[in-house]
Structure formats: structure tokens, C-alpha cells
């Protein structure tokens, strides 16, 4: 059963039809609208819209739906679109809550989303799961809910407070808000044929829903193959625009992404760009996005705008953030597209080229207008145990981050580290001498402690230019092997790993400015996430 909608379509199909013919006056009919029809790639002058029961009944001259109860909305030659959809997203990246996050979304045009809480699961597990659907489900936001598939991530490898099993995923699927499997990070276990994982995969398919994927490794022959043939339907983790589109080609939907801190889209979308192919399965998506960024840039709106600047066709670009995402997950015939029957959910804006949203209106109700929320929304309520996750299991000090150097060292460290590439998910090995040094009261070095179940960085203080001159003389001194072409670097973070333990050390150097300072900061001071990380420094 649909439960998007705030009607079913079975409960109201008579009503619409009454509407379209004039036999009953719609609810509220949209007038003077020029329509961007994704379903045939084109813009359509002077259209209204008559909408009942939240949903569709006609799109064309509605002007005999019009009765005296019938609320008009004069769109004044404005553009209107389908809703926006995000095909995958982790609300917890947003270090807000859902509702917070619906507030935040949906004056930017988004309606729905497609989420995945595996942080939260790798803390509370399902309880932690359905907590977040039962909050999301108090805003308009349509929160259409991957369950986790990959809880922990690695097995036998991280101290993760759950464990999702097959039996559990079989669980999870019959709840209305489930509609698909979280992102099936252990590809290895698909590939390599492992009963677990693949019984994971299969109670999905036996509920009939959706498999989303993860396949990050720059491989496009029998192990792409091998994944897709499991019923992986679609893969946000491209990094190529080969991979796109040989992902395309082999009939998996490529989900682009741009977020705060991955912006792979502007290399992938090359795929389309420099291709005669069809694209209908290319979708626009955000994974991960900060709060600054919601603040400054926008959410889909602004990953739209992006697109069109790399050269995409803007109709393009809106065709991928809803019916293809619609598609993908098999509800176009309810969502995605301003068609008679779909939900009424819709967004308006004045330019197609740099599309700003100056109204949201979701299942018929305008809910935000020029930036801001029309409706309100009650405040988060979680049970109290949710806010003692933190389980370290010894004090946290200085002491904690100092690193001993090995016996018998000299006045250096040869060592193995992980040099970051901002905004993309690759790295570098790099092999580093480090000075050995014992460290004064004068000296402190901005310390990032890894959560390495949490996945999120925390800062600890400032570096010192003492600090900054150490480091400086260990970067001209280090030995490098790199992976990929070396780009212009603003931070580097190097880490140093002993069995399930990670200390970082990050430079922070002299250029960085003191936004991006603040920036930080504040995503660790209002950071919202469960945490449980026993036993590690």
C-alpha cells in the first residue's frame, strides 16, 4: 500500500474523475502556470491545475472546476514543476533531527526523500530506526525509508551497538514506511556469493522492494555484473563518468551526487554530457549534507542549479531529481510527475536557468512560501535513553591523543598515513616522517578524534605555529606514493591506526580562513547524532 499520499488513490479515483468533468469543484486549482512536463521534455503555456483528495484530478483549462469553496492559486506565468526528490540521503549527516530536517528541505522544493539511517542503526539498531520513521512521519516530508542493510560494516571489525540480520530486514519490510534496502555496502558478499549477505538482499525481494547500492570501486566488468545481477537496482558511489555509464548501460540507475562533502557529480555527469545516450536512468542526488549548506546553498535545488551550470539541460536536471528518482523506485504511477492522479505535489519558481523556489506546495497544501514554512510542526520527542549512547568507557584527556613513538627512535617516524582529497572520496598513502618530539605545556596540536562507528570527525583545539612549523618540515621531508593525481590541497588529515583504535592528527594551516574555521566548529558544537563507541580513545 502507497501511504505517501494523503489519500489513497483507490479512496478517491471517483472524486478526481467527478473534478476533471466538472461535477464537483476541485479543492484548489492552480491557474496561469507554465508547466515543466517531464514526461515529454517540454515547457506548456497557460496551464492550470485542479487538485482534490491531495492529488491531481486535471491538467489543462480547469476553469470549469472552479466552484465557490475552490481556493485559486494564481501562479502569474510562474514555472511549476513536480516536487523534488532525494533518492538517497542520510538525514543524520544533516546533524539534525527529522524534523528539523524537514524544515530545513522543504521551502528549497524538496517533497520527498529516500533515506538511510545506518548511523543511527550502527548506535541503537532498529529501535534507533523506527524512532526516526515515527518522527519523520509528524512533517509533510514524504520520508520513504531504506532500512540499513550493513549493520556493522565491517563484521568482526567495529564495535557497533546492533546487528542486522536477514531475519530483521525481513522485519523492517513490512512496515508501510519501508520501500527498500539501505545501501548494500558489502558488495565483496555479494560478489563473492556469502549466504549472509545475499540473504540480506533476498528478504527485500521477496517483500518486493527496492535494492539500493554501493558499488565504489572503479570496476565495470564481471563484478558490476555480478552486483546488478543480485538485484541491486541503483549506486550513488560513482567516481568516473565511465562508471556511469557503464552502470547505465547494464540497466542500474546512476544516482550522481553532490552533497557538503562529496561533489562528484561534476566529473560523472561527463557521462551524459559527452554521450548521445538516453539518460532516464540518471538521477541527481545529495548523500550527505551539512547544515551550512542547507543554510547558504540550498538542498536538490542547488545540486539543480549546479547541473546546469556543468551544462545539462535544465529540464534534464528536474527530470532528475523526479521522475526518474520516481521511477527508480518504482512509483511513478503516484509521484514524480504533475499528471493527472499523481500526488499534488509541487514546486514554483521564475527561471529555468537558475531555478529559485518561491513556493512548495505537498499532496495540495502549500507548506512553504519564499523560504519559509507555512505550516508548524511540534517539536522532536525521544525517549530519554537516546541521549546516553556515548559509551567511551574511560575519561577523555590530552593524554588520550598522544601518540609514544616506538623504542629505539630517532629524531623522526617513518609512517603510514591517509592524506584526504576534499570533496571526493578517494585518498592518497602517503609515507610521512614525523618528528619525535616531547611535547611542552606551550605546544597544542588541533587533535580530530575518529568515531569510527559514527563515521564523523570531532576538533579538540588550535594549532600553534610551533605546530605548523613542525609539520611543515615533516610534509617537505615525506616520502609520497600516490593513487590519484595530487590537487590542490586546503586541510590534510593524517591517521595513524592500531588494531580498532584511530587518532588523527590534523594541520590546519595558516590560510585556512576563519569562516571555514567556524564552519567547523560548529558542525562538532551542534552536532545531533547517537553515538556508542566503547572502548576507544
Avoid at 512521519?137 to 564495535?159: I, N, R, Y
Avoid at 537558475?354 to 507548506?367: A, F, K, Q, S, W
Wanted: charged letters at 25%; one cysteine or more.
Amino acid at each position: 500500500m502507497f501511504k505517501f499520499c494523503k489519500t489513497q488513490l483507490w479512496e478517491c479515483s471517483r472524486t478526481l474523475s467527478d473534478v476533471a468533468m466538472g461535477r464537483k469543484p476541485a479543492e484548489t486549482v492552480i491557474r496561469n502556470a507554465r508547466l515543466v512536463n517531464v514526461c515529454t521534455h517540454e515547457i506548456l503555456d497557460n496551464i492550470d491545475v485542479a487538485i482534490s483528495c491531495g492529488r491531481i484530478a486535471l491538467v489543462g483549462d480547469a476553469a470549469h472546476c472552479i466552484g465557490e469553496s475552490t481556493k485559486v492559486i494564481d501562479a502569474e506565468g510562474q514555472l511549476i514543476a513536480p516536487g523534488f526528490l532525494d533518492g538517497h540521503i542520510h538525514i543524520e549527516s544533516s546533524m539534525m533531527t527529522p524534523i528539523e530536517y524537514a524544515k530545513a528541505v522543504i521551502p528549497h522544493g524538496t517533497v520527498g526523500i529516500y533515506y538511510d539511517p545506518h548511523e543511527v542503526c550502527n548506535v541503537l539498531g532498529l529501535k534507533g530506526v523506527d524512532l526516526m520513521a515515527e518522527e519523520a512521519e509528524k512533517t509533510p516530508l514524504k520520508a520513504m525509508l531504506t532500512t540499513p542493510s550493513c549493520v556493522p560494516a565491517v563484521p568482526g571489525f567495529e564495535d557497533s551497538g546492533a546487528e542486522i540480520t536477514a531475519a530483521d530486514i525481513a522485519s523492517e519490510m513490512k512496515h508501510d514506511y519501508t520501500v527498500g534496502l539501505g545501501e548494500m555496502m558489502n558488495f565483496p558478499g555479494i560478489t563473492a556469493s556469502a549466504e549472509p549477505t545475499h540473504n540480506i538482499t533476498g528478504e527485500t525481494l521477496k517483500a518486493g522492494k527496492i535494492i539500493t547500492g554501493h558499488y565504489s570501486i572503479p570496476e565495470t566488468g564481471r563484478g558490476l555484473n555480478a552486483y546488478i545481477a543480485s538485484g541491486v537496482r541503483c549506486c550513488h558511489e560513482s567516481t568516473r563518468a565511465e562508471d556511469v555509464l557503464e552502470k547505465m548501460r547494464h540497466g542500474m540507475y546512476a544516482l550522481m551526487r553532490y552533497g557538503s562533502a562529496w561533489h562528484d557529480m561534476p566529473v560523472i555527469i561527463k557521462a551524459v554530457l559527452d554521450n548521445k545516450i538516453d539518460d532516464r536512468f540518471a538521477c541527481l542526488i545529495s548523500d550527505d549534507t551539512h547544515p551550512d549548506t542547507l543554510i547558504n546553498e540550498g538542498h536538490l535545488d542547488h545540486i539543480v542549479r549546479c547541473a546546469v551550470k556543468e551544462g545539462l539541460d535544465p529540464i534534464k536536471a528536474i527530470q532528475y531529481v523526479t521522475i526518474n528518482v520516481a521511477t527508480c523506485f518504482r512509483m511513478d504511477h503516484e509521484m514524480g510527475s504533475i499528471t493527472p492522479g499523481k500526488c499534488a505535489d509541487i514546486v514554483f519558481f521564475d527561471d529555468l536557468q537558475d531555478i529559485r523556489i518561491t513556493r512548495t506546495m505537498i499532496d495540495g497544501d502549500v507548506v512553504a512560501e519564499n523560504g519559509q514554512m507555512c505550516v508548524e510542526i511540534g517539536p522532536a520527542n525521544f525517549p530519554e535513553h537516546v541521549f546516553h549512547t556515548m559509551h567511551v568507557g574511560h575519561p577523555i584527556t590530552e593524554e588520550s591523543f598522544r601518540i609514544a613513538a616506538p623504542a629505539g627512535a630517532g629524531k623522526t617516524v617513518r609512517t603510514r598515513v591517509i592524506e584526504i582529497i576534499p570533496n571526493r572520496v578517494g585518498n592518497y598513502e602517503r609515507l610521512l616522517d614525523l618528528p619525535v618530539k616531547e611535547l611542552g605545556d606551550d605546544d597544542v596540536l588541533i587533535k580530530v578524534a575518529y568515531c569510527g562507528i559514527c563515521g564523523r570527525w570531532s576538533s579538540s583545539s588550535a594549532t600553534t605555529r610551533r605546530a605548523r612549523r613542525a609539520s611543515a618540515s615533516s610534509r617537505a621531508s615525506a616520502s609520497r606514493r600516490a593513487r590519484w593525481r595530487r590537487p590542490s590541497l586546503t586541510t590534510r588529515t593524517i591517521c595513524w591506526s592500531r588494531a580498532r583504535t584511530t587518532r588523527i592528527w590534523r594541520w590546519r594551516p595558516t590560510r585556512w580562513s576563519n569562516a571555514a574555521a567556524a564552519c567547523a566548529r560548529s558542525r562538532t558544537a551542534r552536532c545531533w547524532r547517537w553515538c556508542r563507541c566503547p572502548s576507544r580513545a
